[in-house]
């Protein structure tokens, strides 16, 4: 049973609008989360985190909202890049119980168009 | 600043042979980590070490073993290779402790193929 869940396989932009890519999750024990983005032949890079007790964080283009009670995150990106185009992962910790191990979800593929 | 490295990139093996995946990192991280990742799915927890000298199992262990050989280097070794474990194999590496979350760090990945 899949505790992240992205529903969404693939999403396509315009350069220049805004992102938006979804994560759901049913561990109500996770307390951090984080989105990655992956190029081909490459590892995870780190993007944004946010902890349990905020809602919101921002980074440059780059914003994630959280949303507790629905059990849902979202990853902005504004404007959108062509660089941009990458699959996103969201994961989420259970932070002191879990020594850091993350729990990913499938990814979704984005595609920025110029 | 290399982050963490792993070696090979790709390998070839046929089914009943071993080998052994190593991984090093040189940010000075307590916790290091063994992830595969099969087309079409996230990545999946193989096993993980959170201090030098500890290992546990993560969620996908069977067939698996790994060692802690110091603070930097963390190997995943395959004792007899069966088709299933083809697939791209991360590490990462942490500066994980209780009440401090921090962001893992990933290498390149290898990318296994067994026959």
């Known amino acids: 049973d899949q505790q992240v869940k992205q529903n969404s396989p693939s999403l396509s932009v315009q350069e220049g609008r805004i992102s938006i890519l979804n994560c759901d999750y049913t561990?109500?024990?996770?307390?951090?989360f984080l989105w990655y983005k992956k190029y081909p032949a490459e590892g995870p890079t780190f993007l944004i985190s946010i902890s349990s007790i905020k809602d919101k964080n921002e980074d440059g283009r780059f914003t994630v909202f959280l949303n507790k009670s629905a059990k849902h995150l979202s990853l902005h990106i504004v404007p959108s890049q062509p660089g941009d185009s990458a699959v996103y992962f969201c994961?989420?910790?259970?932070?002191?119980?879990?020594?850091?191990?993350?729990?990913f979800g499938k990814g979704t593929k984005l595609s920025v168009k110029p | 600043n290399a982050g963490v490295t792993q070696t090979p990139k790709f390998q070839v093996l046929k089914t009943g042979q071993s080998m052994t995946l190593q991984c090093a990192q040189d940010m000075n991280h307590n916790s290091m980590y063994w992830y595969r990742q099969d087309p079409g799915m996230g990545l999946r927890l193989i096993y993980y070490s959170a201090s030098e000298g500890t290992t546990d199992k993560g969620e996908v262990p069977n067939g698996y073993n790994v060692s802690r050989l110091n603070k930097r280097e963390f190997s995943l070794r395959l004792e007899s290779a069966a088709p299933s474990q083809t697939s791209v194999y991360f590490c990462?590496?942490?500066?994980?402790?209780?009440?401090?979350?921090?962001?893992?760090?990933f290498g390149d990945g290898t990318r296994l193929s067994i026959l």
């Open positions: 990462a590496s942490s500066e994980w402790d209780v009440g401090s979350n921090q962001p893992q760090h």
């Open positions: 561990n109500s024990m996770f307390d951090y």
């Open positions: 994961a989420a910790s259970e932070g002191r119980g879990s020594q850091g191990n993350l729990i």
